[in-house]
C-alpha cells in the first residue's frame, strides 16, 4: 500500500518569515495530493490540494508543488501570522479513494 | 463541500464494553471512511464503509474489533468492540465526493478506563 513521509516534525519560524514541509510517496499509481491543517482539538481541514497532472498550484500565501518523477511533493506558506500555528498533514490518494496520511508536522509561528 | 455529522461527539468507556458512533453525511459524499487518531498521532486508516457490503479492512483492523454497517448511501456506523485503554482515540468519520476531496466529520473522542 501506499507510504507516506513527512518531514520536518516540528517546525518553529518567526512570523513573517516562510515555512516548508515536505512529503514524498510511494505509490506511483497516487494522483491526488491533500494538505489538511489541523487546530487543537479540531477536525483535519483540506487547505489545498494538487493533482498529478499540475506542478504547482497557488492560493494567496499557500502554494504547493508536485514532482511526480521523484514523488516529492512539499507545501510552502509564505508571510506566516500567528493564526498558522497548527499541526498540518500530506496525503496521498490513488486507488479507490483511499487518502493515506503523513506523519504531520506541528508548525509554530513566533510573534 | 459536504456536510458529515458524528455522534457522539465524546464518551468515556469501561474497559470491556463496546461503543457505536454513528455518522451522518449528504448526498454530495461517495465513498465512506472510518480513520483514528490516536494522541499526538497521524489520521489511520481503518476501513472503506462499502454500502449494503462488508467493510474493507486495512491491515492491523479486523472486523470483529470494528465491526462497521452502510445500510445506505448517506449513513455509516462503527463499532469499538470489547474497549481497552489502547482504544483511547478519536475517531473519525470521513467521506470523499465525486473529486476525490476527503471531508471529516468533527470525531468522536473514547477515554477507557
Known amino acids: 500500500g501506499e507510504n507516506v513521509e513527512q518531514h520536518p516534525s516540528t517546525l518553529s519560524v518567526q512570523e513573517g518569515d516562510s515555512a516548508v514541509i515536505k512529503c514524498t510517496y510511494s505509490?506511483?499509481?497516487?494522483?491526488?495530493f491533500p494538505w489538511y491543517k489541523q487546530e487543537l482539538g479540531k477536525r483535519p481541514q483540506l487547505i489545498i490540494d494538487?493533482?498529478?497532472?499540475?506542478g504547482e498550484k497557488k492560493d494567496q500565501r499557500i502554494a504547493v508543488t508536485l514532482n511526480k518523477t521523484a514523488k516529492h511533493f512539499s507545501l510552502h506558506i509564505t508571510e506566516t501570522q500567528p493564526e498558522d500555528s497548527a499541526v498540518y498533514f500530506c496525503?496521498?490518494?490513488?486507488?479507490?479513494?483511499?487518502?493515506?496520511f503523513g506523519t504531520g508536522t506541528k508548525l509554530q509561528v513566533i510573534p | 463541500s459536504a456536510v458529515i455529522s458524528q455522534k457522539p461527539s465524546r464518551d468515556i468507556c469501561q474497559r470491556g464494553t463496546s461503543l457505536t458512533i454513528q455518522c451522518q453525511v449528504d448526498?454530495?459524499?461517495?465513498?465512506m471512511f472510518w480513520y483514528r487518531q490516536q494522541p499526538g498521532q497521524s489520521l489511520t486508516l481503518i476501513a472503506t464503509?462499502?454500502?449494503?457490503?462488508?467493510?474493507?479492512?486495512e491491515s492491523g483492523f479486523v472486523i470483529d474489533k470494528f465491526p462497521i454497517s452502510r445500510p445506505n448511501l448517506t449513513f455509516s456506523t462503527l463499532t469499538v468492540s470489547n474497549m481497552s485503554p489502547e482504544d483511547s482515540s478519536i475517531y473519525l468519520c470521513?467521506?470523499?465526493?465525486?473529486?476525490?476531496?476527503?471531508?471529516f466529520g468533527e470525531g468522536s473522542r473514547l477515554t477507557v478506563l
Open positions: 496525503a496521498a490518494s490513488g486507488r479507490y479513494q483511499k487518502v493515506t
Open positions: 505509490d506511483s499509481a497516487s494522483n491526488y
Open positions: 494538487i493533482r498529478s497532472n499540475v
Open positions: 448526498s454530495q459524499v461517495t465513498m
Open positions: 464503509a462499502n454500502q449494503g457490503s462488508e467493510a474493507t479492512y
Open positions: 470521513s467521506g470523499t465526493d465525486n473529486t476525490g476531496e476527503l471531508f
